[in-house]
């Protein structure tokens, strides 16, 4: 049980690590004076979920749920 634990504590630091570099990657969600024009309608403003901006933001939302999970089974001490 030890092992695992120290193996579960590893991947908690890598989901850490990822998490800050990817949450300091992305940009601002505030659009600015570009959102009086209706710049944010345009088709980069509609397409965001396919672009790499769009992808970061899923995997950012999937490493914070891993990282919630794997606080919890840390903290459980059960192992």
Known sequence: MGALRIVLTVI???VCISLVVLVLLQEGKSEG???IG???ES???KNKSRSMEGRMVKV???LAILFMV???VLNLNVF
Do not use: C, R
Request: no cysteine; net charge positive.
């Open 12 to 14: 908690f630091i890598i």
């Open 43 to 45: 088709y980069w403003g």
């Open 70 to 72: 794997l606080a919890i």
């Open 38 to 40: 209706g710049a944010a």
């Open 60 to 62: 950012t939302k999937y």
């Open 33 to 35: 004076l570009g959102s």
